[in-house]
C-alpha cells in the first residue's frame, strides 16, 4: 500500500444498472462521427483521384486499368521481323500503300531492284495498284481492245506486316493466283479458269528467283480479240531486296505476246 499524498480521483465512475443511458449515448455519438468523417473522407478521395471518363473534348474515353508488365526493350513501334510473325489474319492477296519512290532511267522503267525496257507495243504508263503485294510500281500497258490491256509491271515485294514473307518461290505462285480472282476483270472475262501452272527457280543477272506461269482461260466473256490472258510472275532477290517483274498478256494478239517476250529480255537489276 502506498504511503504517499492522497488525491481524489476525478475521473467518472462506472454507471450501475440503469444509470449507464448517458455515457452510452455519448460513445455512440463519438463513433458515429468516426464512421461519418471517414465516409466522407473516401467519398472526396474517389471524386478527386478516380480516373477520368470524358476528355478535355467531351469525347468518351476509357478509364486506363491496372498497369500489367511490360518488357523492358519492347516499344509499341516494334516492327515484326522475317522470321517472327505475330498473331495478325493474313490476307488471302494483300495490297500495300501505293507509293512510288524510285525514278525511271532514261528509256527504262524501275521498281524495287529491278528495271526493263518497255517495248514500243506498250505506249501507256502507270504507277502502282495493278499488282498485289507490290509497291514502288511501275506499269506500261498496250490496248488490246476498248477497256481491255495486257500490262507489264516492275515493283519491290512488299510483304503483309506482321506475316513472314514465305521466300520467292511461294510469293510469286502467290501473287500470280491472286491474278484469278482480282475484281479488275470485271463482266467482260466470265466463269474464268486457272490452268496450266508452272514454278521453276530461274537466274537473272546473277539474281537468283523465281517464275510462276499461268493460264486464265474465259468460260464467256465480251471480248473479240482474246479469251485468256496469260500471267507471268518472276520474284528475284536483288540487292535492295525481293522484287517482281510480272506480266499479263492477251493470249492470241501477237503483237502483245512478243512485246512480253521482249519486256521479259530486257530485265536486268538497277543499272545505277
Known sequence: MSTGPQFTSTQPQSPGPGGGRGGALLIGAIAFAIVFLLIVGATVGYLVLR??????????????????PQDPEATATDEPTSGEPTDVD?????????????????????????????????????????????????????????????????GQVQWQPGVEYPGPEIA????????????????????????EETTKPVT?????????????NFGSDDLEKTDASEIVVV???????P????????????EHEKAADEGYSSLTGLSG
Not at 480516373?51 to 500489367?68: R, V
Not at 520474284?235 to 531486296?241: F, M, N, S, Y
Not at 522484287?243 to 501477237?254: D, K, L, N, P
Open 243 to 254: 522484287s517482281a517483274f510480272v506480266t499479263e498478256t492477251a493470249v492470241g494478239v501477237t
Open 51 to 68: 480516373p477520368t471518363l470524358t476528355g478535355g473534348s467531351g469525347e468518351e474515353t476509357t478509364a486506363a486499368g491496372p498497369e500489367t
Open 172 to 195: 510469286s505462285q502467290k501473287i500470280a493466283k491472286c491474278f484469278f480472282t482480282d475484281g479488275n476483270w470485271g463482266d467482260q472475262a466470265r466463269e474464268r479458269t486457272w490452268d
Open 235 to 241: 520474284v528475284l532477290e536483288t540487292e535492295e531486296g
Open 204 to 216: 537473272i543477272g546473277g539474281m537468283p528467283g523465281y517464275e510462276t506461269r499461268a493460264v486464265v
Open 90 to 154: 493474313e490476307e488471302r492477296c494483300w495490297a500495300p500503300e501505293s507509293e512510288r519512290t524510285s525514278k525511271n532511267p532514261s528509256g527504262k522503267l524501275r521498281g524495287g531492284g529491278l528495271e526493263f525496257i518497255p517495248p514500243a507495243a506498250y505506249g501507256g504508263r502507270e504507277t502502282g495498284g495493278f499488282v498485289y503485294f507490290l509497291g514502288d510500281s511501275q506499269t506500261a500497258y498496250g490496248e488490246v481492245e476498248d477497256s481491255w490491256v495486257s500490262t507489264m509491271t516492275v
